[in-house]
């Protein structure tokens, strides 16, 4: 069975840090361009982050530039997201992806929640 899944999301103070993980099951995710998303209640979702898979370029949205950082180790089929200096704005729930953009057709998983709270 395909299937992605996030973890690490928490509560975390503004300032703190939190790594996300997204593993895959069911396929190599050596293959596959993967992108962070994020939806914040009331908002549409949004691009955060993406992974090239063999050049292993990155991206990031211009709001988690110098924060944020994306990475990937194929031998454990994990994609990773550090986030540092969390924002009040950074809560949402992230999501992982096998695609770069919204409008593309690929895997997701299933969320995971951020809440960045004093």
């Known amino acids: 069975q395909v299937q992605l899944v996030e973890s690490g999301g928490g509560l975390v103070q503004p300032g703190g840090s939190l790594r996300l993980s997204c593993a895959a099951s069911?396929?190599?995710?050596?293959?596959?361009?993967i992108g962070w998303f994020r939806q914040a209640p009331g908002k549409e979702r949004e691009g955060v982050s993406c992974?090239?898979?063999?050049?292993?370029?990155?991206y990031y949205a211009d709001s988690v530039k110098g924060r944020f950082t994306i990475s990937r180790d194929n031998a454990k089929n994990t994609v990773y997201l550090q986030m540092n200096s969390l924002k009040y704005e950074d809560t949402a729930v992230y999501y992982c992806?096998?695609?770069?953009?919204?409008?593309?057709?690929?895997?997701w998983g299933q969320g995971t929640q951020v809440t960045v709270s004093s």
């Open positions: 992806a096998t695609v770069c953009s919204l409008g593309a057709s690929g895997y």
């Open positions: 069911g396929f190599t995710l050596d293959y596959y361009t």
């Open positions: 992974i090239g898979s063999s050049d292993r370029s990155t």
